[in-house]
């Protein structure tokens, strides 16, 4: 799988994006759940839009946890 890298300017575009979106639809979220290993900043950045608490969920999916 290739990585793909993102700037800071693009990550605020998709996350801005991504709350008009939830506006949009009429949802408005109670918590923001950010997964880590990359999810957290833009949970952050959510969690202040909609002004509502942010938590972390840490996943692992590989089967060698001792890594």
Not at 16 to 33: E, G, Y
Request: with cysteine.
């Amino acid at each position: 799988m290739n990585k793909r890298y993102i700037t800071f300017d693009e990550l605020k575009m998709m996350t801005n994006r991504l709350c008009r979106q939830v506006v949009d639809s009429k949802f408005h979220p109670d918590i923001i759940v950010g997964i880590t290993r990359g999810g957290l900043l833009p949970a952050i950045m959510m969690s202040h839009y909609f002004k509502v608490p942010m938590t972390a969920l840490q996943w692992n999916s590989r089967d060698n946890t001792e890594l």
